[in-house]
Nanobody, 126 residues
Framework: QVQLVESGGGLVQAGGSLRLSCTASGRTFSSYAMGWFRQTPGKEREIVSATSWSGGPGYYADSVKGRFTISRDNAKNTVYLQMNSLKPEDTAVYYC???????????????????WGQGTQVTVSS
């Protein structure tokens, strides 16, 4: 099973940018659909963005459309989340997730995914 490690979180002022990275172990990363989720205390984990194994047009939650961009580099076993125009409400722990996929699909539900990273904190100050 793939193992995931996120990086790139931190503290940023509103309007700023961060890029999260998620690097996977294993040789079959290109067969995995990937997703980014976030969670705040007392709330359920929610989908932010998702991409298929080919990296085609991805899925974005309405709250981040036009501000966040998901991408992947299969040669580096890494998926990225570029976050621009950050808002205080983007503050959360961000998790990447992986699901082995035989088809070129993305997945948007927590229970669709087989593996999770440890999470990285993103804090946006106003």
């Amino acid at each position: 099973q793939v193992q995931l490690v996120e990086s790139g979180g931190g503290l940023v002022q509103a309007g700023g940018s961060l890029r999260l990275s998620c690097t996977a172990s294993g040789r079959t990363f290109s067969s995995y659909a990937m997703g980014w989720f976030r969670q705040t205390p007392g709330k359920e984990r929610e989908i932010v963005s998702a991409t298929s194994w080919s990296g085609g047009p991805g899925y974005y939650a309405d709250s981040v459309k036009g501000r966040f961009t998901i991408s992947r580099d299969n040669a580096k076993n890494t998926v990225y989340l570029q976050m621009n125009s950050l808002k205080p409400e983007d503050t959360a722990v961000y998790y990447c997730a992986a699901r082995y996929s035989s088809g070129d699909y993305y997945y948007t539900r927590v229970n669709h995914y087989d593996a999770w990273g440890q999470g990285t904190q993103v804090t946006v100050s106003s």
